[in-house]
T-cell receptor, first 113, second 116 residues
Framework: QKEVEQNSGPLSVPEGAIASLNCTYS??????FFWYRQYSGKSPELIMS????GDKEDGRFTAQLNKASQYVSLLIRDSQPSDSATYLC?????????????FGKGTKLSVKP | NAGVMQNPRHLVRRRGQEARLRCSPV?????VYWYRQLPEEGLKFMVY????????ESGMPKERFSAEFPKEGPSILRIQQVVRGDSAAYFC??????????????FGSGTRLTVV
């Protein structure tokens, strides 16, 4: 059973701080990795994707991937109250039988003003 | 450029009735995925379809659930003889190609099914 694990939180950070969200996955052949943000009662929206080891930056968001450790993370700099949401890690299982993206249960982030 | 359209947004069914959930993918997207989300739970994969074909239905219960994506028209997720445990948010997503190419999904706004 291929799995994606996330700390459910809640993770609470003060406004302006860096929020660090972590995700591990079990399938060594995974190729693509995604972070989605989901506000309460809303649908997930894609915020970052990463395919190669290292860091990828987009505005206040940085995704980090370490395939050897089967670990992907999302850093949110200068956190804002509007960043308060559940963050879902999703992993593409290349050629897998469980569809193409497996999602973690999500980490709930709360940014306190 | 409309995104993924799902309807209805909310659906209430009595136990034993049928539920039909519709999904129109982003224009030009031929890959459709259905996920179910229970309260405080993650997204659970149900089925992956391309036009007229079911590619992977390993996440869909064998009984009462079926899905289709006809050549013309939206994708349909059908739940027969609904039970209270079917109450959940059902999300549809689409992509222009297999996500092995690095394409993330675009999600619809979901259908909240409540079985009473």
């Amino acid at each position: 059973q291929k799995e994606v694990e996330q700390n459910s939180g809640p993770l609470s950070v003060p406004e302006g701080a860096i929020a660090s969200l972590n995700c591990t996955y079990s399938d060594r052949v995974s190729q693509s990795f995604f972070w989605y943000r989901q506000y309460s009662g809303k649908s997930p929206e894609l915020i970052m994707s990463i395919y190669s080891n290292g860091d990828k930056e987009d505005g206040r968001f940085t995704a980090q991937l370490n395939k050897a450790s089967q670990y992907v993370s999302l850093l949110i700099r200068d956190s804002q109250p509007s960043d308060s949401a559940t963050y879902l890690c999703a992993v593409n299982i290349y050629g897998g039988s469980q569809g193409n993206l497996i999602f973690g249960k999500g980490t709930k982030l709360s940014v306190k003003p | 450029n409309a995104g993924v359209m799902q309807n209805p947004r909310h659906l209430v069914r009595r136990r034993g009735q049928e539920a039909r959930l519709r999904c129109s993918p982003v224009k030009g997207h031929s890959h459709v995925y259905w996920y179910r989300q229970l309260p405080e739970e993650g997204l659970k994969f149900m089925v992956y379809l391309q036009k007229e074909n079911i590619i992977d239905e390993s996440g869909m219960p064998k009984e009462r659930f079926s899905a289709e994506f006809p050549k013309e028209g939206p994708s349909i997720l059908r739940i027969q003889q609904v039970v209270r445990g079917d109450s959940a948010a059902y999300f549809c997503a689409s992509s222009p190609a297999r996500v092995t190419g690095g394409y993330g999904y675009t999600f619809g706004s979901g259908t909240r099914l409540t079985v009473v």
